[in-house]
């Protein structure tokens, strides 16, 4: 059944693949971007697109109304961990008060269903590895935190409202699909930042921390491709119907930053030389999904469970769009 579906942060690297996915799947879709860190290229000719901020909430609220939007889907925010710890205002504002506009702008308008790009570091350091939904939430960073604070807060509107409330929690986003991949200014993230050295943009790749509590030192993160992450929020948005969860996305395996760094070095065929710098504040030692639950309630089937095949994907795409869009 089509549906009329407004993502925010849809020309954005997660965003965008949802927007690809949810075409895919008979949707119509509109996008709500300010281009702060987006790409128009990403956007195809048949999605409607409104440029606006979610600061402005005479925007989002008449954008809902004009569109008569059945979902949101909420990929906008600030995403970076260690950013975070030195600008918590802009994560507060960005991230925290710009969803409450989104959210009041929903029912002000009737929107019913709410589909939250949420992440891993609403866990902090995990009690248990791998993590579960129920599992105690600590974040250890102001990212985490603020993505926290905006389950919390839909949770709430959801109970007052009747809004159905699907919370993704994303591990780490990786890969490519043939058309979108992953382009920020500066990059910050780890296979991207590997592949730059691949590709002789970059001289070396930092290792940020080989003192944490693992078996050679570094970070351990469980990966997920985008095209996998993008399905997840097609079904939710159909699970939103009738059930409010947090959903784990991962793959189930853990890869330390010198086995990602190993990996790509198989897949490229290239050096990559490495720097050790100190940690980054705010980063768990190991981050790794039960993502079981999406699958059983969901329907998830997530196609890439080899992070050689994910970094296949984003080296194929790097190397067409070495300055990305």
């Not at 009041?104 to 995990?126: C, E, I, K, L, Q």
Request: negative net charge; aromatic residues 8%.
């Amino acid at each position: 059944m089509s549906e009329r579906v407004l993502v925010t942060g849809g020309a954005g690297y997660v965003g965008s693949a949802v927007v690809e996915a949810l075409l895919a799947a008979g949707h119509q879709v509109a996008v709500f971007d300010n281009f702060s860190t987006g790409h128009r290229a990403t956007l195809p000719s048949n999605v409607t697109l409104v440029e606006g901020d979610l600061a402005d909430y005479a925007r989002i609220e008449t954008t809902l109304r004009d569109l008569a939007a059945d979902a949101v889907i909420h990929t906008a925010g600030s995403i970076e961990a260690g950013e975070s710890m030195h600008d918590p205002g802009k994560y507060y504002r960005n991230n925290v008060v710009n969803s409450i506009h989104l959210l009041d702008a929903m029912v002000a308008t009737g929107v019913g269903r709410f589909v939250f790009s949420s992440s891993a570091g609403v866990y902090g350091n995990p009690v248990r590895v791998p993590i579960e939904e129920d599992d105690p939430t600590a974040p250890v960073n102001c990212y985490g935190e603020t993505k926290l604070a905006i389950e919390r807060a839909a949770t709430w509107y959801g109970r007052a409202h009747g809004l159905g409330t699907i919370f993704l929690r994303y591990f780490n986003a990786a890969g490519a699909t043939e058309r979108l991949g992953e382009a920020h200014q500066p990059e910050s993230h780890l296979i991207p930042r590997v592949l730059q050295v691949a590709l002789g943009q970059s001289e070396r790749f930092s290792i940020y921390g080989t003192d944490y509590p693992t078996p050679d030192g570094t970070a351990i993160r469980d990966y997920v491709h985008i095209a996998d992450l993008a399905q997840a929020h097609v079904l939710a948005v159909e699970a939103a119907k009738s059930r409010s969860d947090p959903f784990n996305l991962g793959s189930g395996s853990g890869f330390s930053v010198r086995q990602i760094v190993d990996a790509a070095r198989k897949v490229t065929g290239q050096p990559i030389p490495t720097a050790e710098v100190p940690r980054r504040p705010g980063d768990p030692a190991v981050l790794v999904a039960n993502s079981q639950r999406a699958r059983d309630a969901l329907g998830w089937q997530p196609r890439y469970d080899d992070v050689e095949a994910m970094i296949s994907s984003a080296w194929e795409w790097h190397n067409k769009h070495p300055n990305g869009y």
